[in-house]
């Protein structure tokens, strides 16, 4: 059995690998689809990409510096496009940081009615010295969220070229088409831009493919009326979380030899006994791995436990010493595969069964984690089925109608929302509405019913930090009383100016806290180092040592001017958006860092007038 094959679950790959720049490239523009997302995860990402990450989620979340910084810093370069409505709860923590999402994000809508369901990253590298552009590619069987599960990954490098391999035209007509289908609000310009730049990279980038692999493939579905799906061989196995029978036969007709099935218990037990004697085999997740004991268990079997739950999906076909490995984001279902009518994307590897593993090797590595299906054994019937079903389908409705939140100032402090729906009825079924600005958290929920009539809502008065166009929504059924919670983005109509200054300054409030994201624009300090400086919550810069003009901060603000002065730029900026508040005597900047800096902005300013002579 060859050495490293695709299925091994030793063959781990952390998710920050992934975000993490080849060695001698910086990243230029990265874009990613998503079916759904939650805040926590689309606050850390821009963190992980921008400042070299650390692999601590939790550590991040707690440096708002960080997560600042990191939004600063992608907030021209990064989009992430996901199905609308499937924004996971509310934000947490430090939730008005989601404000600065806004333009970040785009809520989009499959063409054909179903959902839209790819996952992939792309990335676009920019070299060192002679080093030419890089392109990178991840396909994804996981969400942006924070589920635990088994997943599958394929991560591919290239370079960019004169060429342009047919085989990369599903790609890039998909990302072409991204901001075609946002919905219900269209898609900020620079979202558009990101995309069909990307769409064009992809076009004629060159892929370096996996050890023992020769071809590659890509299809996708769901954006016209064509349907994709692999081709069926003697030898195949297919695993996927959520299987219908019409697919399964689709997939593995009569004719196949020998068939494999890993899915999960609860999808396998609403198949025929038909449909599922097509396998040799039909397995699903050893229960162990669905304990906290599975550690232990497995230690004779030397890797460790895999994450919680099938998510992976996967179809391998083997003709004669020709395997091909499917990965992707479809399931064995009707919408992915039959119908077409959500949009996915696959990617399909062949390579030499010696050399990349046969359908039997893939399987074998799975193995110690897995059992029999045995379709005896009793399954938990869903409880308010029915009410899960409303709920569903009164989220749908909901997510396609366009929200309006208009602002108006109430003062030089408060800012009063007013929440409206066009058109003006959104038909829901028997289930109530409640809607809060989502920085504010549930106990500021309003009862929304009218919205779904035409009338308009009062949702208050907030801080205008914390105007942002996400809402929490929770939807209840009259029936059963199930809730069921997560976001929306409305439009917003009328926001005043300096909303991301005041987000800014809610962050950096003070002279330590300003003294401490300098050293971070002044150093380009990663990830880990303000983490540490985060958690000591000390600081070796002393803002005295730079007024006695013998302190690093002097020295780091010369070196800056006379070598980068992009980073000179950035502290102008930072400090025009820390001015003080109308009405406020003194800023977070101290007075006498704004009477030196006066001296280096004068100077900056006369260097980018001679650059430009």
Same mark, same amino acid.
């Given at each position: 059995?060859?050495?490293?094959?695709?299925?091994?679950?030793?063959?781990?790959? !952390?998710?920050?690998?992934?975000?993490?720049?080849?060695?001698?490239?910086?990243?230029?523009?990265?874009?990613?689809?998503?079916?759904?997302?939650?805040?926590?995860?689309? #606050?850390?990402?821009?963190?992980?990409?921008?400042?070299?990450?650390?692999?601590?989620?939790?550590?991040?979340?707690?440096?708002?510096?960080?997560?600042?910084?990191?939004?600063?810093?992608? &907030?021209?370069?990064?989009?992430? =496009?996901?199905?609308?409505?499937?924004?996971?709860?509310?934000?947490?923590?430090?939730?008005?940081?989601?404000?600065?999402?806004?333009?970040?994000?785009?809520?989009?809508?499959? *063409?054909?009615?179903?959902? =839209?369901?790819?996952?992939?990253?792309?990335?676009?590298?920019?070299?060192?010295?002679?080093?030419?552009? +890089?392109?990178?590619?991840?396909?994804?069987?996981?969400?942006?969220?924070?589920?635990?599960?088994?997943?599958?990954?394929? @991560?591919?490098?290239?370079? #960019?070229?004169?060429?342009?391999?047919?085989?990369?035209?599903?790609?890039?007509?998909?990302?072409?088409?991204?901001?075609?289908?946002?919905?219900?609000?269209?898609? *900020?310009?620079?979202?558009?831009?990101?995309?069909?730049?990307?769409?064009?990279?992809?076009?004629?980038?060159?892929?370096?493919?996996?050890?023992?692999?020769?071809?590659?493939?890509?299809?996708?579905?769901?954006?016209?009326?064509?349907?994709?799906?692999?081709?069926?061989?003697?030898?195949?196995?297919?695993?996927?979380?959520?299987?219908?029978?019409?697919?399964?036969?689709?997939?593995?007709?009569?004719?196949?030899?020998?068939? $494999?099935?890993?899915?999960?218990?609860?999808? #396998?037990?609403?198949?025929?006994?038909?449909?599922?004697?097509?396998?040799?085999?039909?397995?699903?997740?050893?229960?162990?791995?669905?304990?906290?004991?599975?550690?232990?268990?497995?230690?004779?079997?030397?890797?460790?436990?895999?994450?919680?739950?099938?998510?992976?999906?996967?179809?391998?076909?083997?003709?004669?010493?020709?395997? &091909?490995?499917?990965?992707?984001?479809?399931?064995?279902?009707?919408?992915? @595969?039959?119908?077409? &009518?959500?949009?996915?994307?696959?990617?399909?590897?062949?390579?030499?069964?010696?050399?990349?593993?046969?359908?039997?090797? /893939?399987?074998?590595?799975?193995?110690? =984690?897995?059992?029999? $299906?045995?379709?005896?054994?009793?399954?938990?019937? *869903?409880?308010?089925?029915?009410?899960?079903?409303?709920?569903?389908? +009164?989220?749908?409705?909901?997510?396609?109608?366009?929200?309006? !939140?208009?602002?108006?100032?109430?003062?030089?402090?408060?800012?009063? !929302?007013?929440?409206?729906?066009?058109?003006?009825?959104? *038909?829901?079924?028997?289930?109530?509405?409640?809607?809060?600005? +989502?920085?504010?958290?549930?106990?500021?929920?309003?009862?929304?019913?009218?919205?779904?009539?035409?009338?308009?809502?009062?949702?208050?008065?907030?801080?205008?930090?914390?105007?942002?166009?996400?809402?929490?929504?929770?939807?209840?059924?009259?029936?059963?009383?199930?809730?069921?919670?997560?976001?929306?983005?409305?439009?917003?109509?009328?926001?005043?100016?300096?909303?991301?200054?005041?987000?800014?300054?809610? =962050?950096?409030?003070?002279?330590?806290?300003?003294?401490?994201?300098?050293?971070?624009?002044?150093?380009?300090?990663?990830? /880990?180092?303000?983490?540490?400086?985060?958690?000591?919550?000390?600081? $070796?810069?002393?803002?005295?040592?730079?007024?006695?003009?013998?302190?690093?901060?002097?020295?780091?603000?010369?070196?800056?001017?006379?070598?980068?002065?992009?980073?000179?730029?950035?502290?102008?900026?930072?400090?025009?958006?820390?001015?003080?508040?109308?009405?406020?005597?003194?800023?977070?900047?101290?007075?006498?860092?704004?009477?030196?800096?006066?001296?280096?902005?004068?100077?900056?300013?006369?260097?980018?007038?001679?650059?430009?002579?």
């Amino acid at each position: 059995m060859p050495a490293d094959v695709a299925l091994d679950p030793e063959n781990r790959r !952390l998710y920050t690998e992934i975000l993490r720049p080849p060695a001698g490239y910086e990243l230029e523009l990265a874009l990613a689809t998503t079916y759904s997302l939650d805040f926590e995860t689309a #606050l850390v990402i821009p963190a992980t990409m921008a400042l070299h990450a650390a692999e601590s989620r939790a550590e991040t979340l707690d440096s708002p510096i960080a997560l600042l910084e990191g939004l600063e810093r992608m &907030s021209e370069r990064l989009v992430i =496009f996901c199905e609308t409505g499937r924004i996971h709860g509310v934000p947490k923590g430090v939730n008005r940081l989601c404000g600065l999402l806004e333009h970040m994000i785009v809520e989009t809508e499959a *063409p054909r009615g179903g959902a =839209f369901h790819p996952k992939l990253w792309v990335m676009r590298f920019a070299g060192q010295g002679d080093l030419p552009p +890089a392109v990178r590619l991840a396909l994804l069987s996981r969400n942006l969220t924070t589920d635990a599960s088994w997943d599958l990954a394929l @991560m591919l490098d290239g370079e #960019l070229g004169e060429e342009h391999p047919p085989e990369n035209a599903p790609l890039s007509r998909l990302l072409d088409a991204l901001p075609d289908l946002a919905r219900p609000h269209p898609a *900020p310009a620079k979202a558009g831009d990101i995309a069909r730049s990307l769409a064009a990279d992809v076009a004629r980038t060159g892929w370096r493919l996996p050890d023992g692999y020769n071809d590659i493939s890509f299809a996708v579905n769901g954006l016209d009326a064509a349907v994709w799906s692999p081709a069926a061989e003697p030898v195949m196995a297919v695993i996927s979380p959520f299987c219908d029978a019409d697919t399964l036969c689709h997939l593995v007709p009569s004719w196949v030899r020998q068939a $494999h099935l890993v899915g999960r218990a609860e999808e #396998l037990a609403g198949i025929d006994g038909g449909t599922l004697g097509r396998f040799t085999s039909v397995k699903v997740l050893d229960d162990l791995i669905e304990t906290e004991e599975v550690e232990e268990a497995l230690e004779t079997r030397r890797a460790d436990p895999p994450a919680r739950g099938l998510h992976a999906k996967a179809i391998i076909s083997q003709r004669y010493s020709t395997v &091909s490995v499917t990965v992707g984001s479809g399931n064995a279902t009707g919408p992915a @595969m039959r119908r077409g &009518s959500n949009v996915e994307v696959f990617a399909t590897l062949k390579g030499h069964a010696g050399r990349v593993g046969s359908v039997e090797d /893939q399987l074998a590595r799975m193995a110690p =984690f897995l059992r029999d $299906h045995d379709p005896s054994l009793p399954i938990d019937a *869903p409880e308010n089925a029915e009410a899960e079903k409303r709920l569903e389908e +009164a989220r749908r409705a909901l997510s396609r109608w366009p929200l309006v !939140l208009s602002c108006r100032r109430d003062g030089q402090e408060q800012v009063s !929302l007013t929440l409206r729906a066009e058109p003006s009825s959104v *038909p829901v079924g028997p289930v109530d509405v409640e809607i809060w600005p +989502a920085v504010l958290g549930g106990n500021r929920a309003v009862n929304a019913n009218a919205v779904l009539t035409g009338a308009e809502v009062d949702l208050g008065q907030v801080a205008l930090r914390d105007v942002t166009r996400w809402l929490g929504i929770r939807l209840s059924d009259r029936d059963s009383g199930l809730t069921l919670v997560f976001s929306l983005g409305a439009r917003l109509e009328g926001l005043p100016e300096g909303r991301n200054a005041e987000i800014l300054r809610a =962050f950096i409030d003070n002279r330590d806290a300003f003294y401490r994201y300098l050293r971070f624009l002044l150093e380009g300090a990663d990830l /880990q180092g303000v983490l540490t400086q985060d958690k000591s919550g000390q600081d $070796h810069w002393d803002g005295a040592d730079f007024l006695s003009g013998d302190g690093p901060i002097l020295e780091r603000m010369v070196a800056a001017l006379t070598r980068d002065q992009n980073r000179i730029d950035e502290i102008a900026r930072l400090i025009e958006r820390l001015q003080p508040s109308p009405g406020e005597e003194d800023g977070p900047v101290p007075s006498d860092f704004l009477e030196l800096w006066g001296a280096f902005d004068a100077v900056r300013r006369d260097m980018k007038g001679a650059a430009g002579d």
